[in-house]
């Protein structure tokens, strides 16, 4: 799964080329997710992700809010791994 974090588009959960799920964002993190914002994105995420990745996915969004970004690019909950990229 991955993260892309900054500019000014809107939210959203995609699938890319090769099947991976993509998250975007707008905002700095962790400041970005609000209660109102993460209970959006998982609306967003629930039409794309499956039950699986979707519980993967609380969890990763848990890291994210509480600053858990491993050198500020990956976090790593029982052995997923999302992977957060910043355009700027």
Avoid: H, K, Q, W
């Avoid at 905002?27 to 914002?37: A, D, I, K, Q």
């Avoid at 509480?66 to 990956?74: F, I, K, P, Q, V």
């Amino acid at each position: 799964m991955l993260v892309v974090s900054g500019g000014s588009t809107s939210n959203a959960v995609v699938r890319g080329r090769t099947g991976e799920s993509v998250v975007l964002l707008s905002g700095e993190l962790p400041g970005v997710l609000t209660e109102e914002s993460v209970s959006e994105l998982l609306d967003l995420a629930a039409a794309v992700l499956s039950d699986e990745e979707m519980a993967m996915f609380r969890d990763c969004l848990r890291a994210l809010r509480n600053g858990g970004c491993r050198d500020g690019r990956r976090i790593e909950v029982d052995g997923a791994v999302l992977t957060v990229y910043y355009e700027g």
